[in-house]
């Protein structure tokens, strides 16, 4: 069995260089230590918000009180799918007064999102019942209810649409 000798110049230098480490790890050099205290953390962290958002209260909506939620002047964006109001207004540039799907701001979109339709002829008028979707076919319905879940996974449930005189 060989044992180790220190004659040999390469395990010397593995020697002195080891105990170099060690007394490094043991003993750092002054240069080493802080300073001052460190400050980024002083003000707070970065990644809290700058005020609380505002507080959504959930409400009975009609469709009389539903419309003026629809994005004009920098307000509030609320929409209906299958009776729930979601607030929608994190998504202004789809659903704002300029958006791809503006006309249903506002609005019950239920009967327009089964369709696939943004035409006008598929909102209801607000001083109507509200639309029973009766007549949708099944894929319709599993259409509708695509949309729902993608609504109810991205914005908040921030009410129920009833009939107007239900209040």
């Known amino acids: ?27 750092p050099p002054a240069s080493a230590k802080a300073k001052s205290i460190p400050t980024e953390f002083k ?3 970065s990644w809290m918000p700058k005020a609380h958002p505002p507080t959504v209260l959930f409400t009975t909506y009609t469709p009389k009180t539903l419309a003026p939620f629809n994005g ?17 207004t ?11 799907y503006g006309n249903f701001a506002g609005r019950d979109a239920s ?7 943004f035409d006008e002829e598929m909102l209801t008028p607000i001083d ?8 949708l076919t099944p894929e319709e319905i599993e259409n509708m209810k695509g949309w729902y879940d993608h609504f109810a996974n991205k914005y908040i449930i921030c009410g129920k649409l009833v009939e107007n005189d239900a209040i």
Do not use: E, W
């Not at 069995?1 to 003993?27: C, D, K």
């Not at 109507?128 to 007549?135: A, F, G, I, T, V």
């Open 1 to 27: 069995m060989p044992s180790f000798n220190l004659g040999a110049p390469i395990n010397t230098a593995l020697l002195l260089y080891i105990l170099y480490a060690v007394q490094r790890i043991l003993f």
């Open 43 to 45: 003000h707070g962290y």
């Open 72 to 88: 004009k002047d920098g307000g509030r964006i609320l929409l209906a799918i299958d009776g729930t109001v979601f607030d929608v």
């Open 90 to 100: 994190a998504g202004r540039n789809f659903y704002g007064p300029n958006g791809m």
């Open 111 to 117: 009967r327009g999102m089964a369709k696939q339709s």
């Open 128 to 135: 109507q019942p509200l639309d029973k979707c009766d007549d």
